[in-house]
C-alpha cells in the first residue's frame, strides 16, 4: 500500500513537472510568433508603401514622357518651318548668273555714257562709283559747279531720263579745314551743299526727283592728305553711286 501510494505522488510529482515546462515554451513560442507577426505587418506596410511611390513614380515619368514628347515634335516642326524659311530665301537672294550679268550690263549701260563726259565708274570696295575727278572738284568753301562739271552732269541727266528705274545717290565730300565758327555752316553742311547741286542740276535737266537721293560725308572720308593743297583739292568732291532699286529682284 506505502508502495503504491509512493508511485502515486511521484507521478503527480512528474506530470507536474512536465506541465510547467510545456507552459514556458508556449508563451516564448507565442511571443516569437507575435514579433514575426508584428514584423511581417510592418514590411508588408513598406511593400505596401513602396508599390504606391513605384506607382506615382510611373504616373510621374510617363507624364514627363509625354511632355518631352510633346516639346520635341513642337521643336521639330519649328526646325522644319525654319528650314522652309531658310530656302525660300536662299532662293529669293539667290539670282543666277544670267540675272547677275542683265544686272552689271544695266548699271554698265547707265554710267558708260560718263566717261567721255569727265567723269569715271570705279568699284571700292564691292560698290560702284561715278566720281568727278579734277578739274572738276569743288574749290575751297565752295558748291559752285564749273561748266566742266555742269556739262558732265548735263550728259548723266540724258541718260537717267532714259531709264527710269535707274536711281542715284550722290555724295558730297570736304577737305578738312574748319569754317569760323559765326560762319554758320559746318562740313557737313557743305557736303550736303555740293551734293545738292549736283541734284538741283539733274532735276532741272529733266530727271525725275525720285531717281535722286542725296547725302553728305563732311569731311569724313578723305581720297588724299588733308595736309596738302593738292590732298585736300581731292577731297572737295561729290560722288555719284549707282543706287538700284532691288525690289523686283528680291520681291515674293
Given at each position: 500500500m506505502r508502495?503504491?501510494?509512493?508511485?502515486?505522488?511521484?507521478?503527480?510529482?512528474?506530470?507536474?513537472?512536465?506541465?510547467?515546462?510545456?507552459?514556458?515554451?508556449?508563451?516564448e513560442l507565442?511571443?516569437?510568433?507575435?514579433?514575426?507577426?508584428?514584423?511581417?505587418?510592418?514590411?508588408?506596410?513598406?511593400?505596401?508603401?513602396l508599390g504606391e511611390e513605384k506607382d506615382?513614380?510611373?504616373a510621374e515619368m510617363e507624364s514627363e514622357k509625354n511632355r518631352l514628347n510633346g516639346e520635341i515634335s513642337s521643336i521639330k516642326s519649328d526646325l522644319d518651318a525654319t528650314k522652309s524659311s531658310m530656302a525660300q530665301l536662299e532662293e529669293k537672294l539667290n539670282m543666277t548668273e544670267a540675272e547677275l550679268n542683265a544686272f552689271k550690263e544695266e548699271i554698265n549701260g547707265i554710267f558708260?555714257?560718263?566717261?567721255?563726259?569727265?567723269?569715271?565708274?570705279?568699284?571700292?570696295?564691292g560698290r560702284l562709283y561715278v566720281v568727278t575727278s579734277?578739274?572738276?572738284?569743288?574749290?575751297?568753301?565752295?558748291s559752285y559747279l564749273t561748266k566742266a562739271e555742269r556739262d558732265a552732269i548735263d550728259a548723266m541727266a540724258e541718260s537717267l531720263k532714259g531709264n527710269a528705274n535707274a536711281k542715284v545717290l550722290?555724295?558730297?565730300h570736304a577737305d578738312s579745314q574748319k569754317f569760323a565758327?559765326?560762319?554758320?555752316?559746318?562740313?557737313?553742311?557743305?557736303?550736303?551743299?555740293?551734293?545738292k547741286a549736283v541734284a538741283n542740276r539733274l532735276i532741272r535737266k529733266g530727271v525725275?526727283?525720285?531717281?535722286?537721293?542725296?547725302?553728305?560725308?563732311?569731311?569724313?572720308?578723305?581720297?588724299?592728305?588733308?595736309?596738302?593743297?593738292?590732298?585736300?583739292?581731292?577731297n572737295r568732291r561729290s560722288v555719284i553711286l549707282p543706287n538700284p532699286d532691288l525690289g523686283n529682284i528680291i520681291k515674293q
Amino acid at each position: 500500500m506505502r508502495l503504491i501510494v509512493r508511485l502515486l505522488i511521484i507521478t503527480l510529482a512528474v506530470g507536474s513537472l512536465q506541465s510547467c515546462v510545456s507552459k514556458k515554451k508556449y508563451d516564448e513560442l507565442s511571443a516569437a510568433k507575435a514579433a514575426t507577426d508584428q514584423a511581417l505587418a510592418e514590411t508588408q506596410a513598406q511593400v505596401k508603401t513602396l508599390g504606391e511611390e513605384k506607382d506615382a513614380l510611373a504616373a510621374e515619368m510617363e507624364s514627363e514622357k509625354n511632355r518631352l514628347n510633346g516639346e520635341i515634335s513642337s521643336i521639330k516642326s519649328d526646325l522644319d518651318a525654319t528650314k522652309s524659311s531658310m530656302a525660300q530665301l536662299e532662293e529669293k537672294l539667290n539670282m543666277t548668273e544670267a540675272e547677275l550679268n542683265a544686272f552689271k550690263e544695266e548699271i554698265n549701260g547707265i554710267f558708260n555714257t560718263y566717261k567721255e563726259s569727265g567723269m569715271s565708274l570705279e568699284e571700292r570696295d564691292g560698290r560702284l562709283y561715278v566720281v568727278t575727278s579734277e578739274p572738276y572738284n569743288f574749290k575751297s568753301g565752295s558748291s559752285y559747279l564749273t561748266k566742266a562739271e555742269r556739262d558732265a552732269i548735263d550728259a548723266m541727266a540724258e541718260s537717267l531720263k532714259g531709264n527710269a528705274n535707274a536711281k542715284v545717290l550722290i555724295e558730297g565730300h570736304a577737305d578738312s579745314q574748319k569754317f569760323a565758327a559765326d560762319a554758320g555752316m559746318d562740313n557737313w553742311d557743305l557736303g550736303y551743299a555740293r551734293a545738292k547741286a549736283v541734284a538741283n542740276r539733274l532735276i532741272r535737266k529733266g530727271v525725275d526727283p525720285s531717281q535722286v537721293a542725296v547725302s553728305s560725308r563732311g569731311d569724313s572720308m578723305p581720297i588724299g592728305d588733308n595736309a596738302t593743297s593738292d590732298g585736300r583739292a581731292q577731297n572737295r568732291r561729290s560722288v555719284i553711286l549707282p543706287n538700284p532699286d532691288l525690289g523686283n529682284i528680291i520681291k515674293q
